[in-house]
């Protein structure tokens, strides 16, 4: 085959089956030796540390060529950033916008926890900080790392939200602020998918598999598992998981959105223990890559996943 018939053939394989950028295992790394490191004082709700999450989660946003979707600065310029204001001081969300080409505005949100426990300076032993890579430096890593491969292709033809939210470990008040101040109508948000803790593999799911809280509740679990994202049931139910994350007030409003996860029950949840020498970075970056063509397609297409037959979470 001459060198022109090939170039041209090849032309023609690429429009035809497009590359998908993939999740980087040294990208995840990365980003979670910065979230979860000692520097960060454990992000504490309310805390300063909290505060520089939310700017650097904010600033990777703006170099992936995300817009800005938080408040605005003294020059009216939108900011990545959201202060929420608390009893006492602030919390911080980040909310990055991949915008889409329907005018109808539909939207979906991918979201995460940015904040953790921050420091016990009461406690015995050497280790004070609680890190919280699993929870939830795993859960950020997740959002900004599908926000660089979303928006590294094609514009989609929905309106990707991109957020992680402040004092998740206070009663969700991030989430719930931002209820409170939506950058869209909720009723255009179909839905939204949240990310907790999967940093390590759940044993009690097979290889290589993450889980979906609610998965039983709507058409959106299944449908995605359809499209080959490694994706079960919660294997769970009776620890309320789908309670229990900022995708619950959401739930709450109407919006089809469930927790995505691989916790298992391991026993440095919420203790300093809690760090970077536990995470799976094969697994995560394996696992997260099996999510992009899924959502993806969920992002490009008319699909309006809806609660099943008495599903609808009441409080």
Known sequence: MNKPVFRALLILLVIAFPV??????????????????DAMQGRGSGTTY?????????????????????DT???????????????????WNAIGVLRGTDPSGQAIMLSAHLDHLGVNEALTGEDKIFNGADDNASGCVAVLELARVLAAGKRPRRTVYFICFGSEEKRG???RHFIDNPPAPLTQIVANLNFEMLGRPDTKIPPGML??????????????????????ADPRPEQRF?????????ALQGVIAHTISSFGLHTD????????????????????????KPIQWLANSTFRPAWLPGQAPTR
Request: charged share 20%; aromatic share 12%.
């Open 73 to 91: 600065d003294s020059a009216g310029a939108k900011t990545f950033v959201q202060r929420v204001p608390l009893q006492s001081g602030f919390t």
């Open 20 to 37: 998908v950028a993939q999740i980087k295992e040294q990208n995840v790394r990365a980003q979670l030796g910065f979230l979860a490191s």
């Open 211 to 232: 889980w979906l809280t609610g998965f039983e509740r709507s058409t959106l679990g299944p449908e995605l598992a359809r499209r080959r994202a490694s994706l079960v």
């Open 242 to 250: 789908f309670q229990r994350s900022d995708n619950y007030p959401l």
């Open 269 to 292: 949840y919420h203790r300093p223990s809690d760090d970077l020498s536990k995470i799976d970075f094969p697994f995560m970056t394996r696992s997260l890559n099996s999510l992009v």
């Open 50 to 70: 909290e505060r520089i999450a939310a700017e650097y989660i904010g600033s990777q946003f703006r170099q992936f060529g995300l817009e800005p979707a938080g």
């Open 173 to 175: 008040l991030g989430s």
